[in-house]
């Protein structure tokens, strides 16, 4: 008789560990296989119980029920842990969906440039104020939001499109280089192709075409009136910016000074606004300053500037 407890208390606690064994699977983000090979064990344990007891002599009948309430017990946990299980499994599932519709943004202030890698692998240079924001993980389309400047070098991948949004110019790419300058506060959005192909839709004032641009093709959409211009170009001339060099090509020393602030985390003002719109073609390569800069281009000028701390002001010569 000894022996016969001695048995059935060491299958109880087998049993009793299978169930340990489950409850600590539900802290596995892998569980699913792990409940079934626990309750498995457990149910080929109750059998091997079972078959057991067909063959010893039969017991009395308050034995009996005690252990066919057990073995009802065993039953009742086990579709708790099921339940327990299907339901931590399936928030579980629901976590990865949430974190991989979750938005990546990305913020560079003005004096800095920045690389930034996508999830699909694809590589955008930001420069300075600029804004990105993608999701942590792509689904069908890769779908990326731009506010400033990014140089984007976006992996092929023809079952997903490539998306990205601005305020004025949505552009799909399968796998191309280019270069997409879209500061909300400039008066154009200009977007360069350096490599590939791509297709643009201008959606500033409900236009809805779609424009195509090969290498060495740039578009121009001017925020003020809405014209759109396609022309070509020497794409790498307006890449540059995120190799550290800078080139003006016939920018207005407006357009110059917001280029400035960006690159040089500076601020300048301007205290006589015609002098704004007058024109330059200038490179600079060798890692000038803004001050080196500016004193280049008002050589013979009817301006100069002043500079007090971190603003510069530029104002009309006397």
Not at 83 to 101: D, L
Request: hydrophobic share 35%; with cysteine; net charge neutral.
């Amino acid at each position: 008789m000894d022996s016969d407890k001695e048995d059935e208390k060491n299958g109880t606690d087998d049993i009793y560990t299978e169930v340990l064994q489950i409850i600590n699977a539900l802290k596995h983000p892998d569980l699913s296989q792990q409940m079934e090979e626990r309750k498995a064990c457990i149910f080929e344990q109750i059998n091997h119980k079972i078959d057991a007891d067909k063959t010893e002599c039969p017991i009395k009948g308050k034995k009996r029920n005690i252990r066919m309430r057990y073995l009802a017990a065993v039953c009742i946990v086990l579709f708790f842990l099921s339940v327990a299980g299907t339901s931590y499994y399936m928030g579980y599932m629901r976590e990865k969906e949430i974190s991989a519709q979750a938005q990546v943004e990305v913020y560079v202030p003005n004096g800095v440039l920045s690389r930034i890698g996508l999830p699909d692998g694809s590589l955008v240079i930001l420069n300075g104020g600029s804004r990105l924001s993608y999701p942590a993980s792509f689904s069908k389309d890769r779908q990326i939001y731009l506010s400033g400047e990014g140089f984007f070098e976006i992996k092929k991948d023809e079952k997903h499109p490539c998306i990205i949004n601005t305020k004025n110019i949505s552009v799909k790419v399968l796998g191309t280089r280019f270069s997409f300058k879209a500061y909300e506060e400039d008066k154009q959005t200009i977007l360069t192709l350096e490599e590939g192909s791509l297709s643009a839709i201008p959606i500033y004032k409900n236009k809805k075409e779609c424009i195509f641009l090969n290498p060495d093709q740039q578009l121009i959409l001017n925020h003020q009136t809405g014209d759109l211009r396609r022309r070509n170009v020497r794409a790498d001339n307006y890449t540059v910016w995120k190799d550290g060099h800078l080139y003006f090509i016939n920018m207005s020393l407006g357009e110059i000074a917001a280029d400035l602030e960006r690159r040089f985390d500076v601020k300048i003002t301007f205290l006589s606004e015609n002098i704004r719109d007058e024109y330059y073609h200038a490179q600079f390569e060798n890692g000038e300053t803004p001050d080196q800069i500016l004193n280049l281009l008002s050589h013979k000028r009817s301006w100069t500037y002043i500079r007090k701390n971190n603003t510069i002001h530029i104002v009309e010569n006397k």
